[in-house]
């Protein structure tokens, strides 16, 4: 099936400290997603990139989506204690409903 | 808000049961998931469903089933509960996606089944 690689698995950072996550797949995609789940909460979703080399923000979250749209990141400036949780890419290709999400990368801020 | 609601938020069931895990959705979807989440292994797609009585399998449908019989409403099954089928599952539910429109899935809570 789809493989969906997302780097690093585990990521501690001092308060303040930037934050990058990684997705990569091995099939050109449709678009990708990114989520965010609080501990013990649920998934919720944060954007979706759709073209190649598109680049968005949240404040102060980065998120872009490769030229050859195999390939994604999320990148936090300045990292909070409230940024803490575990972030999944989703993606899905051309044609299908169904999105397939990344392991996640969990991330703890140290105040 | 959109609101995703499972019926359990804790499930204890003994191996062998059938099990139903029911997700309600309040913002006529189209589409409707339940995914289960595991340590390490992120979130796998069971089963989804694009439109009433219709259903496809996931990734891992072994030993699961679902149903389908109103727009609102999807309902994972478990036919007889193993051990291994403890897991906290997610149900989500979403419009049909559009490039030129940025939302995606909303989930529910979860119900973490522990089957014993």
């Known amino acids: 099936g789809q493989q969906v690689m997302q780097i690093p698995q585990y990521q501690h950072v001092q308060e303040g400290e930037d934050f990058t996550t990684y997705c990569n797949s091995s099939?050109?995609?449709?678009?990708i997603q990114w989520y965010k789940q609080r501990p013990g909460g649920h998934p919720v979703f944060l954007i979706q990139?759709?073209?190649?080399?598109e680049v968005k923000k949240q404040k102060r979250l980065t998120f872009q989506f490769g030229e050859a749209k195999k390939n994604s990141s999320l990148h936090i400036t300045a990292t909070q204690t409230t940024d803490v949780g575990t972030y999944f890419c989703a993606q899905t290709t051309s044609g299908t409903y169904k999105y397939i999400f990344g392991t996640g990368t969990r991330l703890k801020v140290l105040a | 808000d959109v609101k995703v609601t499972q019926s359990s938020r804790y499930l204890v069931k003994r191996t062998g049961e059938k099990v139903f895990l029911e997700c309600v959705q309040d913002m006529d979807h189209e589409n409707m998931f339940w995914y289960r989440q595991d340590p390490g292994l992120g979130l796998r797609l069971i089963y989804f469903s694009y439109d009433v009585k219709m259903k496809e399998k996931g990734d891992i449908p072994e030993g699961y089933s679902v149903s389908r019989e109103k727009k609102e409403r999807f309902s994972l099954i478990l036919e007889s509960a193993s051990t291994n089928q403890t897991s906290m599952y997610l149900c989500a539910s979403s419009f049909v996606i559009q490039a030129s429109f940025n939302y995606g899935y909303t989930f529910g809570s979860g119900t973490r089944l522990t089957v014993v």
């Open positions: 099939t050109t995609l449709s678009n």
């Open positions: 990139l759709v073209k190649s080399g």
